[in-house]
């Protein structure tokens, strides 16, 4: 069994606490890996390291960072079918969902980062001003498991880019591919403590990196409710924060619309990952007249699209969910559906056997006032909710915390622009407009705080200064 370590100054180091811990595949229940249980001797050791190595990275400007940079970017290239063998065995994630998404958005994101940036202006001049973007410093790159490699590498090229140095934390249940990321900026040859990997545990090893005196961003990706507690612990140093938390996103119907479209897009967004996406469509509003035609395509659809099995197999759609205890919770959610009048359309139970796997599951009848309505379940769940008016389905949609994400489809393409510009989201997909990766993401409300990708991304990591002359 492999057994990894820290990456450290450009250094593989072992871990003060000289504790490990176990890497699970969810398909099978086997350890296939123990990572270093971290401590805060490695976290300081890690912080010092990006400190020191800040300065220079910083000043040696955009074009020579850029140079170092491309050359992490062919890393990634030659190594993709690595990256998207390390997504199955660790997330669980079925292979054509990690090959054809997981590891393209990486690549593609890096690379319009890349190709835009040599036109981004670092410096510029207003009246006296020379004003001057730099890095902050040491960036806290905190991540989840859901997205293993593309949430690192949201957080890594931008930070990089700006000037900053990082400190990566991953997700305790997905540590391979962060450590696999490390493996190619060794390769790549970026300077020592430029970028740095510690493994443990969110509540000590992610705690103490975010409260470090040393680190003045912390860039979070994963729960409200975490990134809740995080805004606190930034609060006596006055950290900058980049929070990309949860969603429960809709996808609008609108009256007359291709319902083969709709529940096709929806659908494919809780049925790919196992729902274990932020921005997954888990609403999916239809017009009352519409609803029983709505019925007959979704199961329909389910019938031919929703391939349960092992995650190995090109032929699977839908993988376990990434560890028991996150099977339990999605379980615990479709008990609180049943149990608040929701009715079952498909599903709605544990798959039997090894893995940690639960039946793709339609709840119809739901009402937007019911948990599984309001809460996000990160699991194959979705939930069908009528509407009368497209101005209540505006409400509807609205008529939650967050606001990461939605889609509206619609028979006239206009008409469904000016829907989904009343939608209080950070994006918005119309007759399913494709996912450009120069385009911001991030979250209106309680989704979270600035934007990641592109120039966008970039400008969240950089300071301003204006030097009057
Ligand atoms: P999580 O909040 O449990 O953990 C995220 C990371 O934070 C992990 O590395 C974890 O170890 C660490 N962590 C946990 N407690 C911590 C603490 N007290 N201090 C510092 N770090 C701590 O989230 P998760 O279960 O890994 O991921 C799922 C969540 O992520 C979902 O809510 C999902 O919507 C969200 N997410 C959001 C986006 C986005 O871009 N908006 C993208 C992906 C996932």
């Known amino acids: 069994m492999k057994i990894y370590q820290n990456y450290i100054n450009g250094e593989w180091v072992d871990s003060a606490s000289g504790e490990f811990s176990d890497v699970i595949n969810p398909a099978t229940e086997e350890v296939i890996a123990q990572v270093t249980s971290s401590n805060e001797a490695d976290v300081d050791a890690a912080v010092e390291a990006a400190n020191a190595a800040f300065p220079e990275w910083n000043e040696m400007g955009i074009e020579a960072r850029k140079l170092h940079l491309e050359r992490l970017y062919d890393k990634m290239v030659e190594y993709q079918q690595e990256i998207a ?145 995080l805004y606190e612990k930034a609060s006596p140093t006055i950290k ?8 429960k996103s809709v996808m609008l119907g609108l009256p007359g619309a291709d319902k083969f479209k709709a529940v096709k897009q929806a659908a494919d967004t809780v049925l790919n990952n196992q729902g274990q996406t932020c921005a997954a469509l888990t609403r999916l509003l239809v017009p009352e007249s519409e609803y029983d035609e709505y019925l007959e395509v979704i199961k329909d659809y389910y019938a031919n699209n929703a391939a349960v099995g092992s995650p190995d197999s090109h032929d699977t759609k839908v993988g376990p969910m990434v560890s028991k205890r996150q099977m339990e919770t999605v379980l615990e959610y479709i008990e609180k559906g049943k149990a608040e009048g929701a009715e079952l359309l498909i599903g709605g ?11 793709p599951t339609v709840f119809v009848d739901v009402t937007n006032d019911m948990t599984i309505a309001q809460e996000e379940i990160f699991g194959p769940v979705l939930s069908v909710i009528k509407y009368k008016t497209v101005e209540e389905a505006i409400d509807i949609a609205n008529d939650t915390p967050f606001g990461l994400s939605g889609a509206v489809t619609g028979p006239d393409r206009n008409e469904a622009i000016k829907v989904a510009k009343k939608i209080r989201t950070g994006n918005v997909y119309v007759n399913q407009g494709a996912r450009s990766p120069r385009a911001p993401f991030g979250g209106y409300k309680e989704s979270g705080l600035g934007r990641e990708n592109g120039l966008y991304g970039v400008e969240d990591y950089l300071e301003i200064k204006a030097i009057m002359a």
């Open 240 to 247: 900058k924060m980049i929070l990309e938390l949860g969603g």
């Open 85 to 229: 063998n390390t997504i199955v065995e660790e997330l669980g994630a079925s292979r054509t969902f990690s090959e054809k998404a997981h590891v393209p958005l990486s690549v593609n994101e890096m690379r319009a980062t890349l190709d835009d940036i040599s036109d981004f202006k670092f410096i510029d001049q207003i009246d006296n001003a020379i004003i001057q973007k730099e890095g902050f410093g040491v960036v806290a790159c905190i991540t989840p498991w859901n997205y293993p490699f593309n949430q690192i590498q949201r957080k890594v090229t931008p930070a990089l880019v700006a000037g900053n140095t990082v400190v990566v934390k991953p997700a305790s249940d997905t540590p391979i591919s962060a450590i696999l990321y490390a493996k190619l900026a060794d390769e790549a040859g970026l300077p020592k403590g430029v970028f740095n990997v510690v493994t443990g545990s969110g509540g000590t090893v992610g705690d103490y990196l975010a409260g470090h005196k040393d680190v003045p961003l912390i860039s979070f990706t994963g729960s409200t409710e975490v990134g809740r507690g």
């Open 349 to 359: 139970n544990a798959i039997e056997g090894t893995g940690y796997y639960v039946e």
